[in-house]
T-cell receptor, first 112, second 114 residues
Framework: AQSVAQPEDQVNVAEGNPLTVKCTYS??????LFWYVQYPNRGLQFLLK??????LVKGSYGFEAEFNKSQTSFHLKKPSALVSDSALYFCAVGGNTGKLIFGQGTTLQVKP | DVKVTQSSRYLVKRTGEKVFLECVQDMDHENMFWYRQDPGLGLRLIYFSYDVKMKEKGDIPEGYSVSREKKERFSLILESASTNQTSMYLC?????????????FGAGSRLTVL
């Protein structure tokens, strides 16, 4: 069965500092991994995905994520956080079932 | 700009009422999905559909049904609403493919059942 875990309910970081939002997954076969972001009172927006190839994936708004097969992780990163990055972030995993399973979400708070 | 439109942003219903949540996409996508979002639980899949008149149960289908009579429209039905169905409901669509394609989400429908 597919599953995904985001171990932190909230991540706090100062503006200008690097940020990491963690995600681990479990899936049989090759994983398809995604990050989505939700701003207040909005639907989810796609940030980036890993299907195959280079383990470092670059996405929207300067975000990137690193796929680590041995640790079954797909952490979201950004070198320099902005206050406007404050939002709810979801990791998701897809596989051969055709379904996309989401984690419980991590609230990112960037303080000036 | 591609869009998934959910007909109601906010609804308030009484226990036992029948509730319809409508979702329309204009991208000619084959796949459509209904999720519910609850704090601390993330998004949980209720039902999804790969084609017209086809439906598959997700992880939490109990108390819900769906209808897909046309490719662009996917409706979620609560036959008899209960207070534990108070939640944010998100519709999404994607092009064909097994879990590898990006979902486009609607803005959500926040349902309160009194």
């Amino acid at each position: 069965a597919q599953s995904v875990a985001q171990p932190e309910d909230q991540v706090n970081v100062a503006e200008g500092n690097p940020l990491t939002v963690k995600c681990t997954y479990s899936v049989s076969g090759n994983p398809y991994l995604f990050w989505y972001v939700q701003y207040p009172n909005r639907g989810l927006q796609f940030l980036l995905k890993y299907i195959t190839g280079d383990n470092l994936v670059k996405g929207s708004y300067g975000f990137e994520a690193e796929f680590n097969k041995s640790q079954t992780s797909f952490h979201l990163k950004k070198p320099s956080a902005l206050v406007s990055d404050s939002a709810l972030y979801f990791c998701a995993v897809g596989g051969n079932t055709g379904k996309l399973i989401f984690g419980q979400g991590t609230t990112l708070q960037v303080k000036p | 700009d591609v869009k998934v439109t959910q007909s109601s942003r906010y609804l308030v219903k009484r226990t036992g009422e029948k509730v319809f949540l409508e979702c329309v996409q204009d991208m000619d996508h084959e796949n459509m999905f209904w999720y519910r979002q609850d704090p601390g639980l993330g998004l949980r899949l209720i039902y999804f559909s790969y084609d017209v008149k086809m439906k598959e149960k997700g992880d939490i289908p109990e108390g819900y049904s769906v209808s897909r009579e046309k490719k662009e429209r996917f409706s979620l039905i609560l036959e008899s609403a209960s207070t534990n169905q108070t939640s944010m409901y998100l519709c999404a669509s994607s092009s064909t493919g097994y879990g590898a394609n990006v979902l486009t989400f609607g803005a959500g429908s926040r349902l309160t059942v009194l």
